[in-house]
């Protein structure tokens, strides 16, 4: 069984998504051979390939076209210092936590309308679930 991962891409304003297939039947036959069943639970040592999708604009430790995701799990939208947020995004006060970062990762523009991420969302809630995975691991500066 292979599993897809939607890649966005930001690349000097412009937006593509772009479709990346894992065949996870060597993984899964490899795992039973070493003794150890395969997981798709949220898994945070495989959540780095599907961050892939944010670190074309996010890094977990310096603002770039996206702000710092590092330290995102308790902080308030629209606070990161130094990062020039859209007025929707700052009037938000959302508290970042799994619930609220997986309905954002969903739909953006649902969760706050009128943000300017470039980013239509992700559909798999695996997906979403091991990137929120993923950023849990990833401390503030």
Request: glycine share 8%; with cysteine.
């Amino acid at each position: 069984m292979a599993t897809r991962y939607e890649i966005a891409i930001c690349v000097k304003g412009s937006f593509r998504v772009r479709t990346i297939v894992h065949v996870s039947t060597l993984f899964a036959f490899a795992s039973l051979t070493l003794g150890s069943a395969p997981t798709r639970a949220q898994d945070s040592e495989k959540s780095p390939q599907v961050f892939a999708a944010c670190a074309a604009c996010h890094a977990a430790d310096k603002n770039g076209i996206g702000p710092k995701l590092g330290g995102i799990i308790g902080r308030t939208s629209g606070s990161v210092e130094g990062f020039r947020y859209s007025r929707a995004m700052k009037n938000a006060k959302i508290v970042w936590d799994a619930k609220t970062l997986d309905a954002y990762l969903s739909e953006p523009q649902k969760v706050v309308p009128g943000n300017v991420m470039p980013f239509s969302g992700i559909a798999d809630a695996q997906q979403r679930a091991d990137i929120v995975s993923y950023l849990g691991t990833l401390k503030a500066d």
